[in-house]
């Protein structure tokens, strides 16, 4: 059974960085496309991103550029570099496999 576990969450300042990591464990990493997601208080769950097993990666338009993913599939990790931070990032922040299997998801908060 596939478990996911996030961290690296916390408060940081506009304008300010924060790294996600995702431990993933329970099958083949390697062959899972990888996603990191957002649910801010009030509005649906959103694809913020995604990694193939390959490599290739894609984007919500709002964090392009400033987000960064990323995996390691020796170490069985995800990470989200998240740069210049707006308060509009404030969500909390899920990992997922691709498959519906999701963490217990990370709280990021942006605020002065």
């Known amino acids: 059974q596939v478990q996911l576990v996030e961290s690296g969450g916390g408060l940081v300042q506009p304008g300010g960085s924060l790294r996600l990591s995702c431990a993933f464990s329970g099958a083949m990493f390697g062959i899972y496309n990888m996603g990191w997601y957002r649910q801010a208080p009030g509005k649906q769950r959103e694809l913020v991103a995604r990694i193939t097993p390959g490599g290739t990666t894609n984007y919500a338009d709002s964090v392009k550029g400033r987000f960064t993913i990323s995996r390691d599939n020796v170490k069985n990790t995800v990470h989200l570099q998240m740069n210049s931070l707006k308060p509009e990032d404030t969500a909390v922040y899920y990992c997922?496999?691709?498959?519906?299997?999701w963490g217990q998801g990370t709280q990021v908060t942006v605020s002065s």
């Open positions: 997922e496999d691709g498959l519906n299997d």
